[in-house]
């Protein structure tokens, strides 16, 4: 069996701890994950905060959209499952990529720049991998912000579908290449897997809380030579890692 080379902490984890939390990424890093994957958005005052969705709701005790809320409306609030505070991005960077990589999934329109000058001030440009549904703008980001990774999340991606890059991608016509392509894990398939290496793109999979037996699922990916998992379960990331 092939070994992969990004074992990444989805969200941290979305299992018995809070995701997108330092305590998530802590529980992924003492499991085995040499890679976080975090999601930003932007306060109504322009904090970078590391958050998934566009309201408090689901996963904080608060309510309301995040674009209306300043970070003074939300730095006290506390996640549902184990009462975490929600990080600020910067700390969440000083917590991770002196341990290992992150992929930063940007969440918010224009807040790109941002992200970028933080990500340089601190110098951690080496261990960060930017994440996006637009296959142009991510273009446009390595174009600018060189020398930026970037990850295209195709599953729900704009500007190349799955069909095209599997065309164009076989015959090395793609005319932009991401550093790394992530696709839902039902989507995946041998060809997507080898259209990825002739183009020199490492291949992830995520979305694996559905299944019964995701072990199995996460194992016939290895298998098939993927380069990396997204675990959105910290155990399984243990059981692979052999921890």
Known sequence: MKKITLFIGHRGTLVDYDENTLEAFDIAIKSGANCIELDVRRTKDR????????????????????????????????TIIRNQKIPLLEESLDYITDKMQAIIHVKDDRIEKEIFDLIDKKGVLKNCTISGRDYNKLNRYKKTFKPIKTCFNMTKGRGLNLKEFIEKGQRKKLKNIPDMINLRSDLISNQFIKVCH??????????FMGYKQPLQVINSLIDNQIDGILFDDYHNLKIIRGN
């Open 47 to 78: 904090k970078l905060i590391v958050f998934h969705d566009n309201s408090l709701s689901r996963t904080t005790n608060g309510k309301g959209l995040l674009k209306f809320l300043t970070f003074n409306d939300v730095k006290n609030l506390k």
């Open 198 to 207: 002739i183009n020199d793109i490492k291949s992830l999979a995520w979305g």
